[in-house]
């Protein structure tokens, strides 16, 4: 059972563009974190998202988790060839031990 | 600071043979230790996680098994290789029980022929 949604699965833009990608649950989590991974390497460490409704930008990048703990979404103000990659959603309930992953969107930006 | 080792990077075997695959943590004490599977490009499916030495719960039946021999040790194996069992093999660790933050190692692309 898929836990976690992401949307869209691929995504091709052009550099300058803005856009917008979702993860979302029918689940409630105590913390939701967004990963980048690099072909041919582990996924690394984006943000972490613990309140409701809490907004963290990272640069370019912009996070929001959902008032009710279940979904959120990943901004990126216009995109650069080197923000492509794979972005990972990941979970983590309170009495869990591992995180929730999402399938990914995967995100290319062409010059 | 904490770093963490997988190897190797990649492996081709074929089918039938016996795998292991080894990932060391260093910097950290009893950390928890995780193994995932990923299909081309796409998201990761835990295989088993470890919060102690000796202590392995596993999420996915399969041809796969993982053993803790010591703190910072994860070994992931299989006795006989199944073409179904190709993919790119991570290793992670985390502080805590699973409200924080997995740090993966580099990976190791495993091809079953």
């Known amino acids: 059972t898929q836990l976690l949604e992401q949307s869209p699965q691929f995504l091709s833009i052009q550099e300058g563009e803005n856009l917008t990608v979702y993860c979302n649950s029918s689940?409630?989590?105590?913390?939701l974190q967004w990963y980048r991974q690099e072909p041919g390497e582990g996924p690394v460490l984006l943000v972490t998202?613990?309140?409701?409704?809490e907004v963290k930008k990272l640069k370019r990048l912009t996070f929001q988790f959902g008032d009710a703990r279940k979904d959120s979404s990943l901004h990126i103000t216009a995109a650069q060839p080197g923000d492509t990659g794979l972005y990972l959603c990941?979970?983590?309930?309170?009495?869990?031990?591992?995180?929730?992953f999402g399938k990914g969107t995967s995100l290319l930006v062409t010059p | 600071s904490q770093t963490i080792h997988q190897w190797p990077a990649t492996l081709v075997q074929p089918v039938g043979s016996p795998l292991s695959l080894e990932c060391t943590v260093e910097?950290?004490?009893?950390?928890?230790l995780y193994w995932y599977r990923q299909a081309a490009g796409r998201g990761l499916q835990l295989l088993f996680y470890?919060?102690?030495?000796?202590?392995i719960s596993s999420e996915v039946p399969q041809n796969l098994s993982a053993s803790r021999p010591q703190d910072r040790q994860f070994i992931l194996s299989s006795k006989k290789l199944l073409l179904s069992d190709s993919g790119f093999y991570l290793c992670?660790?985390?502080?805590?029980?699973?409200?924080?933050?997995?740090?993966f190692g580099q990976g190791t692309r495993l091809t079953v022929v």
């Open positions: 992670a660790w985390s502080h805590t029980g699973g409200d924080t933050e997995a740090f």
């Open positions: 689940s409630v989590f105590s913390s």
């Open positions: 998202v613990v309140t409701g409704g």
């Open positions: 990941a979970g983590a309930f309170y009495s869990g031990y591992a995180l929730n």
């Open positions: 910097g950290t004490s009893n950390p928890n």
């Open positions: 470890s919060v102690g030495i000796g202590q």
